[in-house]
C-alpha cells in the first residue's frame, strides 16, 4: 500500500493507479487536429468531388461535430473523448443525412478514417508523453504500486505507446476493441482490476474526461478516488463531477466544489483531485 498527495488532496492505502492515455500521459492535441481535418476533408470529398464549395460546408460541419476547430480540440468532444468507432458512426450518420443509404454511409466512413490513418501513420511518433509522464510512473514503480492503462484509443495503439514511452512500469493496459467493455460501463473497473490483482477501493483513476470520472464513480465497485489531469490541452477541460452513473456523496478539492448526496441506502463517497501537471502527483510508501 502506498500514499498519493496530489496538492492538497492525499490518498491512502493505494494498490494501483489506472490511467487514460490521450490528454493524460500522451500529448495527442496536434495529432488528433490533423487527423479530424483530413479526416473530414476526405468524407466531404468523396461526397462532393467536384463541387468544392459544398465539400468545403460539408467538411466544416463535421469538424463541429467532431468538436474541433482546425487548430483545436475540446477536450470534452467527440474526437477527445470517444472511440474511434464513436467517431465513425458519427461521420456516417453526417453522410447518411445527405441521403446516402446507411451501408454505403457506413463503408465510405470508414473507408476515409483508414486513409486518414495511413497518411498520418505511425501515431505513436505524434503523441509523445506529456511532461513528467516518466518521473511519475517511476515513482509510482518504486512505491510499489500496479500501474495500468484504460484508453478508448484501439488497443494496438495503447500497445504501441507502452513500448515505446515507458519500460517496466506499466503492468497492465487495455485499449477499445471489438471484444471489450467501453471504460464508462458499471463492470469496466472491477475488469481491470481483476486484471492487476488488486482491489478497485485500493485503485486510483487518473484521466481527464468525464468518461475517466464515470470509469471511478459510476462504477459497480467504485474507485479510492480520482485526479482530474487537466494539463493535457490548449483549453484545459472542465468536468462535472456530479456526472456518475449512481448517486455519490463527494468530497475532494476542485472547481465544482461538492456535489450532491444520493440515498443513505446510494451513497459513496468519492475524493477527488485537479492538477495541471504530472508532476503534481507524489507517492510514498
Not at 487536429?33 to 459544398?54: D, F, I, K, M, Q
Not at 467501453?182 to 475488469?191: A, V
Not at 481483476?194 to 477501493?201: E, I, K, N, Y
Not at 463517497?269 to 508532476?279: C, P, Q
Request: hydrophobic content about 45%; charged content about 15%; overall charge negative.
Amino acid at each position: 500500500m502506498a500514499t498519493i498527495q496530489c496538492g492538497s488532496v492525499r490518498f491512502e492505502n493505494i494498490q494501483a493507479v489506472l490511467f487514460d492515455k490521450d490528454g493524460t500521459l500522451a500529448n495527442v492535441e496536434r495529432y488528433l487536429v490533423a487527423l479530424g481535418e483530413l479526416r473530414s476533408h476526405l468524407v466531404a470529398t468523396s461526397l462532393y468531388p467536384t463541387n468544392a464549395e459544398l465539400a468545403q460546408d460539408f467538411a466544416d460541419d463535421l469538424l463541429k461535430t467532431f468538436g474541433q476547430t482546425r487548430s483545436a480540440i475540446a477536450p470534452d468532444g467527440l474526437m477527445a473523448v470517444g472511440s474511434r468507432y464513436d467517431n465513425e458512426i458519427a461521420a456516417a450518420a453526417a453522410i447518411s443525412s445527405t441521403g446516402v443509404g446507411w451501408i454505403a454511409s457506413c463503408n465510405q466512413a470508414q473507408l476515409a478514417f483508414q486513409q486518414a490513418e495511413a497518411t498520418l501513420s505511425p501515431k505513436v511518433l505524434q503523441t509523445p508523453p506529456l511532461d513528467g509522464m516518466s518521473v511519475l510512473l517511476s515513482s509510482l514503480k518504486t512505491a510499489g504500486l500496479q500501474i495500468g492503462i484504460v484508453s478508448s484509443d484501439v488497443h494496438p495503439e495503447v500497445a504501441a505507446f507502452v513500448s515505446r514511452y515507458t519500460t517496466d512500469e506499466i503492468s497492465w493496459y487495455c485499449g477499445a476493441g471489438e471484444q471489450t467493455l467501453p471504460k464508462t460501463h458499471p463492470d469496466f473497473l472491477q475488469f481491470a482490476c481483476d486484471s492487476m490483482a488488486v482491489d478497485p477501493a485500493a485503485t486510483l483513476v487518473m484521466g481527464d474526461s468525464a468518461a475517466d470520472w464515470v470509469l471511478a464513480a459510476g462504477a459497480a465497485s467504485p474507485a479510492a478516488g480520482f485526479v482530474a489531469m487537466t494539463g493535457g490541452w490548449q483549453q484545459p477541460p472542465t468536468i462535472d463531477f456530479r456526472q456518475a452513473c449512481i448517486p455519490i456523496e463527494f468530497e475532494g478539492a476542485g472547481p465544482e466544489g461538492a456535489g450532491p448526496k444520493g440515498t443513505a441506502s446510494q451513497r459513496r463517497r468519492l475524493t477527488y483531485a485537479v492538477i495541471e501537471s504530472l508532476s503534481a502527483v507524489e507517492a510514498f510508501k
